[in-house]
């Protein structure tokens, strides 16, 4: 079914002349759902509910002449979230807006923030002390999208197959843009899922226009405004 969809907007893509690099970010999305979606992937062979055989407890009790067959509960994996936050010009007007969404997040999950503009920058401890965030947050000209998300998946405790990324940004640059769609590839294929947050998806008759929000609109598992007010 996803993979239908995918394969009818490439072909509505490619009549609108979309981008190649737009067009290989469409089969990338169709290549993680494929794979997400094989048979039996993720599950153990020996599950019975939420218990699990304990084969080495099972061939110890063997050992001392007992045929007791020994089960374990699956202990739940600690997922974590990873947030970029663009701190670029365009959206100096929304990173206030976003912040008590943030403050809340430090608080009650795992989480990792970094604020990007040309560069990257960890503010974690920042919203932790809460009204010290802001000034770790400098507002400067231009956005290296590509840029921060590579820098993510570089980082020696970044993102696993079970954590989730949030993604803050109006997507209005891309930086390299061969080098945006290929580290958005790679993250989609690292994280369980993919989040976007654009405060412009608010505004009436939103449709994503720039290069980058349409490679977005292909990869993010979940595209929405998140929580901020329409532009006035």
């Known amino acids: 079914m996803v993979e239908a969809e995918v394969a009818e907007g490439r072909q509505a893509s490619r009549a609108e002349g979309e981008p190649r690099s737009v067009l290989r970010a469409q089969g990338a999305a169709a290549e993680v759902a494929r794979r997400r979606g094989l048979p039996g992937r993720g599950k153990t062979r020996f599950g019975l509910g939420r218990r699990f055989l304990d084969v080495p407890r099972t061939a110890r009790n063997r050992l001392f002449g007992s045929a007791r067959i020994a089960f374990r509960r699956q202990r739940p994996k600690k997922r974590r979230l990873f ?15 976003y912040l008590p969404a943030l403050f809340a997040l430090v608080r009650e999950r795992d989480v990792r923030v970094f604020a990007f503009a040309t ?9 932790r002390q809460g009204g010290e965030a802001l000034e770790a947050v400098r507002f400067g000209r231009g956005t ?22 949030l993604i803050i940004s109006d997507g209005w640059e891309a930086g390299d843009r061969e080098a945006f ?3 958005l590839v790679a993250l989609r294929r690292r994280c369980r899922q993919l989040i976007w947050w654009n405060p412009d998806v608010a505004t009436k008759g939103f449709r994503p226009t720039s290069f980058a929000m349409r490679v977005v609109r292909r990869l993010a598992d979940i595209l929405e405004s998140g929580p901020v007010a329409e532009k006035a």
Not at 83 to 97: H, K, N, P, Q, T
Not at 119 to 127: D, F, P, R, S, Y
Request: glycine share 10%; net charge negative.
């Open 83 to 97: 947030v970029l936050l663009d701190v670029s010009g365009s959206m100096e007007a929304y990173v206030g807006r």
């Open 144 to 165: 290296l999208l590509g840029d921060a998300i590579a820098a993510l998946l570089e980082d020696p405790k970044g993102p696993t197959p079970r954590d989730d990324v």
């Open 181 to 183: 769609v290929a580290a």
């Open 119 to 127: 560069g990257v920058a960890e503010v974690t401890e920042a919203l």
